[in-house]
T-cell receptor
Framework: AQKVTQAQTEISVVEKEDVTLDCVYETRDTTYYLFWYKQPPSGELVFLIRRNSFDEQNEISGRYSWNFQKSTSSFNFTITASQVVDSAVYFCALSEAQGNDYKLSFGAGTTVTVRA | KAGVTQTPRYLIKTRGQQVTLSCSPISGHRSVSWYQQTPGQGLQFLFEYFSETQRNKGNFPGRFSGRQFSNSRSEMNVSTLELGDSALYLC????????????FGPGTRLTVL
C-alpha cells in the first residue's frame, strides 16, 4: 500500500505566484517523521523541512511554510512568491521510527514549473 | 562540512556485468542508506548500513548487495545487471539520532545496455 500520496503530478505557475503542494500519508505508528525534499534537474535530493508527529505547529521558514494536520494525515507545503529557481520535483517522505526501521517512504513527486 | 559524495557520477554497463557504486557520508554520520530512482517505480529504498551492519533492507533481489567500512563509507554492488537496473542510485547519510534527517548525495546514473 502506498504510504505517501502526492496527488498532484505537475504544477505550473508564473513567477511570484504561491505554490501549495499536497501530501497525504498513511501510518499506524504514533512516532513518525515527515519530510519535504526538492530534486532539481541535477538530480540531488535537497532536504527542505522536517516535522515530527508530536509537533503540529506550523511554521514559516523564509519563503517556505507547511501545514501539518494529523487529523487528516496531511503535510502540505507552500512556496510563497515562487521563483524560477524553485522549478524542480518536490517529494514528500515519511519515516516511521519503529524499531530499527529508518527507511524513507517517498511519494511519487510533484513537478513544479515556475515560468518567468 | 562536506556533503555526501558518490562516485562515479555516471556509468554505462552491459547486461550481465556487475557494478560497484561508492558513497562517502557526511563526516560524523554513521548511517548510510541507498535508494533507487526510476521513472516507473519512483524512489525505492534498497538498504541501510549503520556501524558496518545492514540494519534494514528493501524489497530487492539478492543481486543487490552492499557493505559499509569502518570509516562509514559504503559501497553498493549489483551483479548480473539487467536492463531494468538502469536508474539513478542515491545514497543518503544520517547521524541516526532523534532528528534522523537523511542528506542525499548527487547520485550515480547507471545505464544498462
Amino acid at each position: 500500500a502506498q504510504k505517501v500520496t502526492q496527488a498532484q503530478t505537475e504544477i505550473s505557475v508564473v513567477e511570484k505566484e504561491d505554490v501549495t503542494l499536497d501530501c497525504v500519508y498513511e501510518t499506524r505508528d504514533t512516532t513518525y517523521y515527515l519530510f519535504w525534499y526538492k530534486q532539481p534537474p541535477s538530480g540531488e535530493l535537497v532536504f527542505l523541512i522536517r516535522r515530527n508527529s508530536f509537533d503540529e505547529q506550523n511554521e514559516i521558514s523564509g519563503r517556505y511554510s507547511w501545514n501539518f494536520q494529523k487529523s487528516t494525515s496531511s503535510f502540505n507545503f507552500t512556496i510563497t512568491a515562487s521563483q524560477v529557481v524553485d522549478s524542480a520535483v518536490y517529494f514528500c517522505a515519511l519515516s516511521e521510527a519503529q524499531g530499527n526501521d529508518y527507511k524513507l517512504s517517498f511519494g511519487a513527486g510533484t513537478t513544479v514549473t515556475v515560468r518567468a | 562540512k562536506a556533503g555526501v559524495t558518490q562516485t562515479p557520477r555516471y556509468l554505462i554497463k552491459t547486461r550481465g556485468q556487475q557494478v560497484t557504486l561508492s558513497c562517502s557520508p557526511i563526516s560524523g554520520h554513521r548511517s548510510v542508506s541507498w535508494y533507487q530512482q526510476t521513472p516507473g517505480q519512483g524512489l525505492q529504498f534498497l538498504f541501510e548500513y549503520f556501524s558496518e551492519t545492514q540494519r534494514n533492507k528493501g524489497n530487492f533481489p539478492g543481486r543487490f548487495s552492499g557493505r559499509q567500512f569502518s570509516n562509514s563509507r559504503s559501497e553498493m554492488n549489483v551483479s548480473t545487471l539487467e536492463l531494468g537496473d538502469s536508474a539513478l542510485y542515491l545514497c543518503a547519510s544520517s547521524s541516526r539520532d532523534e532528528t534522523d534527517t537523511q542528506y542525499f548525495g548527487p547520485g550515480t546514473r547507471l545505464t544498462v545496455l
